[in-house]
Structures are given as structure tokens and as C-alpha cells.
């Protein structure tokens, strides 16, 4: 992939087409010699490259992202918290699952299935 294969306002940066404002590099060539380039990830747009950056960060260092960049992520990953219900079990039901299954058990250990 080149720059040719990208949108006019685009660069190519490790194989990906990124907006030529939000791009500091194109490969580990265009960074310090200890650092990386690295694209920021996915968005969720159409393309998703909309909210893609490129960047040269030292390898093991934290990112700092933008406020948008930021908000991106967190827009593209809610968490959402839903509590489970309490799942209810009649005591007849449970007194009767747990007999027939000892007796399931107790008939496959009398035939040797359950023994070594």
C-alpha cells in the first residue's frame, strides 16, 4: 500500500491510510532510533480510520492520547453494567434434580463407567 492507494488528504502509515494532520510518522524509519510507530487503532466509522493517528512512541511508555482521541475509545467501548436477577429454584425442584441425579451417578458407577 502507497500513498497513491489513500485519500487525497491521506498518507499511507504502516500500511494504513491516516489523515496527513494526524500522522507523525509512516514507519519506525521516520522516529528517534529507540522509538516505534505506532496507529492508534480502529474507529468506528465506515472506514475506520477516521479517528486514526500516527504516532512515534517509545516502546513500554504509556501513550498519551488527545481529549478526542480519548472520548473515541471510550464512545467505541461503553460499559455498560447490568445486573443479573437472582435466579429463583423451587426447593422440590432442587431436592428432585439432586436424587436423580445421585441415582444417575450410583447407576453409572454400579455398571463401571465412573470406575478406573
Known sequence: MTDRDCDGSE???????VKAEDTECQSKND??????CILSGYSTGVRGNEEMTAKCIEPGAEPVLSEEE???????????????????????????????????????????????
Not at 522516529?31 to 516505534?36: I, N, T, Y
Request: a negative charge.
Open 11 to 17: 498518507i499511507c502509515a504502516l500500511e494504513h491510510c
Open 70 to 116: 480519548e472520548q473515541a475509545i471510550m464512545d467505541a467501548n461503553p460499559i455498560e453494567r447490568i445486573e443479573a436477577p437472582t435466579p429463583t429454584v423451587a426447593m422440590g425442584d432442587l431436592m428432585d434434580t439432586l436424587r436423580n441425579n445421585a441415582d444417575d451417578s450410583s447407576e453409572d458407577f454400579e455398571t463401571g463407567i465412573n470406575s478406573p
Open 31 to 36: 522516529c528517534a532510533q529507540d522509538e516505534l
